[in-house]
T-cell receptor, first 111, second 115 residues
Framework: SQQGEEDPQALSIQEGENATMNCSYKTSINNLQWYRQNSGRGLVHLILIRSNEREKHSGRLRVTLDTSKKSSSLLITASRAADTASYFCATFTSGTYKYIFGTGTRLKVLA | DAGITQSPRHKVTETGTPVTLRCHQTENHRYMYWYRQDPGHGLRLIHYSYGVKDTDKGEVSDGYSVSRSKTEDFLLTLESATSSQTSVYFC??????????????FGNGTRLTVT
């Protein structure tokens, strides 16, 4: 399977704390994207990092990418109850049109 | 939200029957995708399309076929439904003008139960 993996599978934190989730993948990539899914809904794009970038910020989100280790992390700072959702990484590989998703991390932020 | 409509939203069908799911977009995006989502597996790519009449297989294409006769519609057919195809199916679209740097936009999914 080409599918990547994320860890932890589930994470529960208090409001105001930071949440970190990790993604590992198997093939060379052009870019890596993070998505969020609220229960019962489709995924929503959060942020994209290119293979030649090491870190990227967007609001309370910080993404890092280590292509030598084939891994990425998503940090959500000062979490809120509304951040409760599942988070997925997805990789895009040159020469294909495919976006391959990881298995996801379920985040629960307690008020 | 991007203009993506999946139909039906829910369907219950019997083993052995054919089923067709429809994805309709109003964005005129070139690329369309079908994923299935199952607990413990995340999203897995079934088939995708990179243009009208241009389709290719994803990771879990066995038992599924697709068709795209016009830009706005991408149909997923389960030729003979099995219980293992009980899942939530998501359609996604992308402009993907620049090596995958366009994000995917997702529909709200179709929940399919095969009894």
């Amino acid at each position: 399977s080409q599918q990547g993996e994320e860890d932890p599978q589930a994470l529960s934190i208090q409001e105001g704390e930071n949440a970190t989730m990790n993604c590992s993948y198997k093939t060379s990539i052009n870019n890596l994207q993070w998505y969020r899914q609220n229960s019962g809904r489709g995924l929503v794009h959060l942020i994209l990092i290119r293979s030649n970038e090491r870190e990227k910020h967007s609001g309370r989100l910080r993404v890092t990418l280590d292509t030598s280790k084939k891994s990425s992390s998503l940090l959500i700072t000062a979490s809120r109850a509304a951040d409760t959702a599942s988070y997925f990484c997805a990789t895009f590989t040159s020469g294909t049109y495919k976006y391959i998703f990881g298995t996801g991390t379920r985040l629960k932020v307690l008020a | 939200d991007a203009g993506i409509t999946q139909s039906p939203r829910h369907k219950v069908t019997e083993t052995g029957t054919p089923v067709t799911l429809r994805c309709h977009q109003t964005e005129n995006h070139r690329y369309m995708y079908w994923y299935r989502q199952d607990p413990g597996h995340g999203l897995r790519l079934i088939h995708y399309s990179y243009g009208v009449k241009d389709t290719d297989k994803g990771e879990v294409s066995d038992g599924y076929s697709v068709s795209r006769s016009k830009t706005e519609d991408f149909l997923l057919t389960l030729e003979s439904a099995t219980s293992s195809q009980t899942s939530v199916y998501f359609c996604a679209i992308s402009e993907s003008k620049d090596r995958g740097r366009s994000p995917l936009h997702f529909g709200n999914g179709t929940r399919l139960t095969v009894t």
